[in-house]
T-cell receptor, first 114, second 112 residues
Framework: AQSVAQPEDQVNVAEGNPLTVKCTYS??????LFWYVQYPNRGLQFLLK??????LVKGSYGFEAEFNKSQTSFHLKKPSALVSDSALYFC????????????FGTGTKLQVIP | DAEITQSPRHKITETGRQVTLACHQT?????MFWYRQDLGHGLRLIHY???????NKGEVSDGYSVSRSNTEDLPLTLESAASSQTSVYFC???????????FGEGSRLTVL
């Protein structure tokens, strides 16, 4: 069975500092990996995805994520955090052959402190 | 612009009542999904559909049903609501092969 772990319930970072939100995964075969963001009382919004190719993926709002196959990780990063980045972030995975079965992590709340 | 809408956004009901949550998308996506979001559990898949007349059970399907009579709509029905079904429900859709999901704004259901 596939799974996603987001080990931190909350990450606090000062505005202007770099941020990292951690994600590790388990899946059979090649993974498709995703990050989503959820603002209060809203649905999830797609940020970025890794399917194949370059291990560093760039997405919306200046976010990027690094795929590390040996460590089965897909950490979300941003060089300089903004207060408006404060939200709930979800990592998700699916196996390459079954695009309907997306498994989500439990989410990490990012708090950017002014 | 294409979108995915859910209704109602908020609903309070009593144990044992039947409840239907509507989901309508104008993306013309074949794949549609229902998730529930609970603290500590992230999002869990309830039911999904690959196209008209196709429905499949997800990991937490007990007590829920869906039907797909057209491309645009995937209503979720709770046959006899239980307090354990108090949650926020999200509908999502995706085009073939790209993988990313497009989510609605959610329906908050409270079962008393």
């Amino acid at each position: 069975a596939q799974s996603v772990a987001q080990p931190e319930d909350q990450v606090n970072v000062a505005e202007g500092n770099p941020l990292t939100v951690k994600c590790t995964y388990s899946v059979s075969g090649n993974p498709y990996l995703f990050w989503y963001v959820q603002y209060p009382n809203r649905g999830l919004q797609f940020l970025l995805k890794y399917i194949t190719g370059d291990n560093l993926v760039k997405g919306s709002y200046g976010f990027e994520a690094e795929f590390n196959k040996s460590q089965t990780s897909f950490h979300l990063k941003k060089p300089s955090a903004l207060v408006s980045d404060s939200a709930l972030y979800f990592c998700a995975v699916r196996a390459s052959g079954s695009y309907q079965k997306v498994t989500f992590g439990t989410g990490t709340k990012l708090q950017v402190i002014p | 612009d294409a979108e995915i809408t859910q209704s109602p956004r908020h609903k309070i009901t009593e144990t044992g009542r039947q409840v239907t949550l509507a989901c309508h998308q104008t993306w013309n996506h074949n794949n549609m999904f229902w998730y529930r979001q609970d603290l500590g559990h992230g999002l869990r898949l309830i039911h999904y559909s690959y196209g008209v007349q196709d429905t499949n059970k997800g990991e937490v399907s007990d007590g829920y049903s869906v039907s797909r009579s057209n491309t645009e709509d995937l209503p979720l029905t709770l046959e006899s609501a239980a307090s354990s079904q108090t949650s926020v429900y999200f509908c999502a859709s995706s085009p073939l092969n790209t993988g990313e999901l497009f989510f609605g704004e959610g329906s908050r259901l409270t079962v008393l």
